[in-house]
Structures are given as C-alpha cells and as structure tokens.
C-alpha cells in the first residue's frame, strides 16, 4: 500500500494544499497517482517540485497542466539514467530494496519531455557537485529558465533549506 501525505495550510492569500505522496516504481502507477490527485482537486494553481526523477517527473508535470515547476538536481534523460540500473536495487536516500523493472525504462521514455515549451515557468537549482547527474546538461536543458547552480553541494543539495527563499520567491511571481 503506498502511502501519502496531503496537508493544507492557511496563508493570507488563500489555501494551500501540500501533496507529497511516495511514489511507487513504476513511473505510470506515479504519474497516473499524481494526475488523479491534481484532476480531483480543487486549487486553482498548481506547483510542481521535484529532485532527481522527481525533476524528471516535474517536467512531465508542468507540461501537461501548464504550471511552474522547480527542479533540483532533475534527471532530464531518465530512461537513459536509469537503464543500467534495471534489477534489485536500494533507493538513492534510504537502504530501502525495490525491484527496478526493464518496464519502467520504457514507462520513463513515455513520460519524457524533449523541450520545455516556457522556461520562464521553470526555475533550475543545479549543483556541480551533483555524484550522479551531469549539471551542464541540466543547463543546456532548462535554457532561459531561471537557474540557481551551485559551486559545490551534492545530488541531495543537502544545503536547500537555504534557498528556500529564492524558491519562495520563484512560486509568488
């Protein structure tokens, strides 16, 4: 059973519901949760944020709803990514097992999006120190979108509280 986790908090300017669910692997089961989630709400704006394949995921997103998305450290080619790790395998942030299918490979390849279509809805945090993904390729991807790259930091932007204001900054605009 997956769980998530949905809370709304109060702010002056209206409600503001947070869905953050954990995802199961395969990438259609996840979009098919979080497309059904945001079909049956009732907010009248979305935003998208999402790490690693949660960026990836993100700019499938913000595609298709039209909305603001920020990415960190997002894996742009996730098919490609993700292929050589086809088979048992521990989630990046925990000793967690899962079984990471051949399927979900082509599931990732569905999902992908070649060209955001408005970089001005996209707001990049990036770090050269990223241990798993290319940061220049995250660049060249989110070409004319707002871009934060860090010097150092790591895959996990361990440090992203403090930009925590910039990302605030980013969704009121």
């Known amino acids: ?30 979009m ?17 944020i999402g790490s690693s394949l949660g960026g990836f995921y993100a700019n499938y997103l913000a595609e298709k709803y039209s909305c603001k998305a920020v990415v960190l ?11 050589p790790h086809v088979g048992l395998m521990t989630a990046y942030d925990s000793d967690e097992p899962f079984d990471f299918r051949s399927e979900y490979v082509d599931e990732l390849r569905v999902l992908q999006v070649d060209r955001i279509s408005q970089p001005e809805r996209y707001f990049l945090i990036a770090s050269k120190g990223d241990e798993l993904l290319n940061w220049k390729e995250m660049v060249d991807f989110y070409s004319g979108s707002q871009q934060l790259v860090l010097e150092g930091s790591d ?11 910039l990302v605030t900054e980013f969704i009121k605009k």
Not at 3 to 27: R, V
Not at 39 to 44: A, E, K, L, Q, V
Not at 155 to 165: C, T, V
Request: aromatic content about 8%.
């Open 1 to 30: 059973m997956t769980e998530h986790a949905i809370k709304a908090f109060p702010e002056s300017e209206g409600h503001i519901e947070w869905f953050c669910p954990q995802l199961p692997a395969s990438p259609k089961q996840s």
């Open 73 to 83: 450290n997002p894996a742009v080619m996730a098919a490609r990514e993700l292929e």
């Open 155 to 165: 895959h996990g932007i361990s440090e992203y509280a403090d930009y925590l204001p």
């Open 32 to 48: 098919e949760m979080v497309t059904n989630h945001i079909n049956t709400s009732n907010m009248d704006e979305i935003i998208i």
